[in-house]
């Protein structure tokens, strides 16, 4: 900035050019000199040549020659003032420039530092608000829990910026939950249940893009994987990439009519109900591998842009792929290549067992590769089924004892069949048939007399270790202790087979066999004492049949669920846990000799 001092300008700034400024009384001064010295120069002039002969007339226009030149460097001298006077004038307006663009970038300046003031307090605001309702989130207060969510879900709305965060703050509380099944057990309503579908009815709130009042979210991703969702709901949303690996959908598990625009993946996903993917876009790859679907798999009119995964997926009861569209192509589903369509078979809804192959072990059905499910008594003695009503365990009960009876001569096997509901009466019509239980009263006396020759076969100190090893020190047919309806003979809390507990880990020993079976319902109970407690300790092979998932594991950690009628989860030492349709032995005529 140029600042002026007695008349002298100097610059505050490298790179501005000072100059001088004229003060008023120096040109004052310049001018009383001027006229001074023309006043002086005309009395001069008179007082000389004011004679008039030639001589002094000569000398008079040298004189006035001298004077215009006087006069000329005088308008000169004026000529040089007003170029002065211009050039100050250009430099006033220049720095007049100079300072008004100071002025703007300061004021520029200016804005900037209050905007980003701005912009400060506003991201410390959402900061703010950010933490206090994720803190809220969680809180031990339901009412806090809700308060929380829904702030969140309002910034969100407020704040597109900040709507992939949040739905990655409600997808992470939902995976902290991953024993979803146990919390419904023990509290079908409780707290977090109600919270966390609270969060899944935000999240789908702002998935569908017809969502009222601009509320639809679009480009979002959600990772749900290993979480446990309770009556998971996202049909009509449109997602960008969902990862559900692992997860378990407790309840229904709705998707019909959402769009996958990028990768979907439910890798090892657990349905325990009805999963419904009805018309559902899956716009890159669909990754089902290793899923188990508990309920009915419904894929009808489904689209896979990009072919779908499947391998090693079961299907427990019914899976319908009609008029679903594989490839860009839209391959119908009976033109899938042999692979794919592989991995989309499922289970037969009805096996005959007459159909089955022959085995040395008992045949129970089919697994999913089409080969038979059986079961050893030779290697694993016990056998334990639960199954819900209508589901097929008379039905069960049945083919074992039609296997006993074809594999074995009474002389090899004889069968204590306990039948409180006289469903399997006049089944056995052949000396395999021991005895024939309907009432607690006639078990009672039964099991005595089993008991007093079971333990006549316990082996005593004078038996040889190669009597053991061939199980040689007695003779007699293998007894088979076959309950069906365990239920009722334990209704009153007293076990009639009590007096067999002691002889369960000897079985191979003694030659005893016990199969029960039961319903579903109470059945974790019944685990807790009697006979099945010990059986459940000897990890004895069987099957879980359809029932309610509330009832929690009964065998080997695996939970009742919603079956169609035959169809099991066995388990066994060999095979572990696998997918089985039972046989279905005609009901008549009876077994014979």
């Not at 029932?547 to 009964?554: A, I, Q, S, T």
Request: glycine share 10%; with cysteine; aromatic share 8%.
């Amino acid at each position: 900035m140029i600042s002026v001092d007695e008349g002298v300008a100097r610059d505050d700034e490298p790179g501005e050019v000072a100059y001088r400024v004229l003060s008023i009384r120096m040109i004052w001064f310049a001018s009383a000199v001027i006229v001074v010295l023309g006043i002086a120069v005309a009395v001069w002039l008179l007082a000389a040549f004011g004679h008039g002969d030639a001589q002094e007339r000569n000398q008079l226009e040298a004189v006035k020659t001298a004077g215009t030149v006087v006069v000329g460097t005088g308008g000169a001298a004026a000529l040089l003032l007003a170029a002065r006077r211009q050039r100050s004038a250009e430099i006033a307006l220049k720095q007049k420039d100079l300072d008004q663009a100071a002025v703007a970038r300061t004021h520029a300046l200016q804005e900037r530092m209050a905007e980003d003031t701005r912009l400060d307090a506003a991201e410390r605001r959402l900061t703010e608000l950010y933490s206090t309702a994720v803190d809220q989130l969680g809180s031990e207060r339901l009412a806090v829990q809700l308060g929380g969510l829904y702030a969140l879900e309002r910034l969100g709305q407020s704040s597109p910026g900040q709507r992939q965060t949040i739905v990655n703050v409600l997808c992470a509380y939902l995976r902290m939950f991953t024993d979803s099944a146990a919390d419904v057990v023990e509290n079908p309503v409780g707290q977090q249940g109600r919270v966390r579908q609270a969060v899944g009815e935000v999240l789908a709130a702002h998935l569908r893009p017809d969502a009222p009042d601009h509320r639809f979210w679009p480009d979002i991703d959600i990772d749900l994987a290993g979480a446990s969702l309770l009556g998971f709901d996202l049909s009509g949303c449109r997602v960008r990439s969902a990862g559900f690996g692992a997860a378990a959908f407790v309840g229904p598990a709705r998707f019909a009519g959402t769009t996958f625009t990028g990768a979907a993946g439910f890798a090892s996903a657990e349905f325990t109900a009805v999963a419904d993917f009805t018309g559902t876009t899956f716009g890159a790859r669909a990754d089902f591998t290793a899923a188990t679907f508990r309920g009915d798999a419904v894929f009808a009119s489904a689209r896979f842009a990009d072919g779908p995964e499947f391998a090693d997926a079961t299907f427990l009861t019914r899976s319908d792929f009609g008029s679903a569209g594989f490839f860009e192509s839209s391959v119908p589903s009976d033109e899938l290549p042999p692979e794919l369509a592989r991995q989309l078979t499922t289970l037969p809804l009805h096996v005959p067992y007459a159909e089955l192959p022959a085995s040395d072990a008992l045949p129970l059905g089919v697994r999913l590769d089409g080969t038979p499910a059986v079961w050893s008594p030779e290697a694993d003695p016990h056998f334990v089924a639960f199954l819900g009503p209508e589901s097929g365990k008379t039905t069960l009960v049945r083919g074992i004892l039609r296997g006993i009876v074809e594999r074995h001569t009474p002389a090899e096997a004889v069968i204590l069949l306990v039948d409180y509901r006289r469903t399997s009466l006049g089944y056995v019509g052949t000396e395999h048939l021991l005895a024939y239980a309907v009432s607690t009263a006639q078990l009672g006396g039964m099991v005595e007399d089993v008991r007093q020759s079971l333990r006549r076969r316990l082996p005593g100190p004078d038996v040889t270790q190669e009597q053991l090893k061939n199980r040689s020190w007695w003779s007699g047919p293998e007894l088979y202790v076959v309950v069906d309806d365990a239920d009722l003979v334990t209704a009153g809390g007293i076990d009639p087979l009590e007096p067999l507990r002691e002889f369960l880990p000897q079985a191979k020993d003694v030659g005893l066999h016990v199969v029960i079976a039961r319903r579903t319902e109470g059945a974790s109970g019944a685990l807790e004492h009697g006979v099945l407690n010990t059986l459940a300790g000897l990890r004895v092979p069987g099957v879980v049949g359809n029932g309610d998932f509330r009832e929690g594991p009964l065998l080997s950690g695996v939970w009742p669920s919603a079956l169609m009628p035959g169809r099991v989860t066995a388990v066994s030492r060999r095979y572990g846990r696998e997918l089985v349709q039972l046989a279905w032995p005609e009901p008549d005529p009876p077994l014979s000799a």
